[in-house]
């Protein structure tokens, strides 16, 4: 290019950079490690361990892979992969993040089916869901940290927190409407 600025925003990769290999073996890592949640695990990689997206758009990938239906860390996989290497990306980071787990919950499925009513193993899933909490929890005081400078960000944030956490409110009614109102509200700003 001729001009003096920078054509892509710190973090992210060019189009032809990431291949299907590339992107099968990062998401393989994830779902292998991934264990009680992976958004820690992507963030991780994409954000911090690859540079395949900066901390903005891993926030909107996030942000869409909520929206769609389905899984979102399934939907971010599969958004990611056709971004860098179109269907054949999409389709070798959606088997690397499903493979691997995969046969790992089988085969600890049936030990769970043999075991499963050990009092030792029934302390282990309270200890994991603990830890499955915290991981949830730094994940989102990260995703926070980014939106600290933007109080529309963080009201958005307060009254869904409020819906979901004080009010109960299901899903469905959270996307149904503040979709909505963040399209009009950013409608109404930009006049």
């Known amino acids: 290019m001729t001009s003096g600025a920078d054509p892509m925003p ?6 032809g ?3 299907p290999l590339s992107l099968f073996l990062g ?3 994830i779902g292998a490690l991934g264990f009680g949640g992976v958004m820690p695990w992507v ?7 690859r540079r395949w997206c900066n901390e903005e758009e891993f926030l909107n990938l996030f942000a869409l892979g909520n929206f ?5 860390v399934v939907n971010v ?3 990611l992969g056709s971004r860098f290497a179109g269907l054949p990306g999409a389709v070798a980071a959606l088997v690397g993040l499903v493979a691997p787990p995969a046969l790992i919950v089988v085969a600890i499925g049936g030990l769970y089916t043999r075991f499963g009513d050990l009092p030792a193993i029934q302390s282990m899933i309270h200890a994991l869901a603990a830890a ?3 991981l949830i929890a730094s994940v989102a005081i990260r995703m926070l940290l980014p939106l600290r400078r933007s109080p529309r960000a963080l009201v958005v944030v307060a009254v869904v ?3 979901v956490v004080g009010l109960r409110m299901p899903l469905i009614w959270m996307v149904c409407s503040i979709l909505p109102a963040s399209i009009l509200a950013a409608h109404w700003i930009k006049r």
């Open 77 to 79: 996989a599969v958004i």
């Open 161 to 163: 927190l409020v819906a």
């Open 68 to 72: 769609l239906p389905g899984g979102n």
């Open 10 to 15: 710190a973090g992210h990769m060019a189009r």
């Open 27 to 29: 998401f393989a890592t």
């Open 17 to 19: 950079d990431v291949g």
């Open 43 to 49: 963030r991780w990689l994409l954000v911090d361990k």
């Open 132 to 134: 499955a909490a915290g």
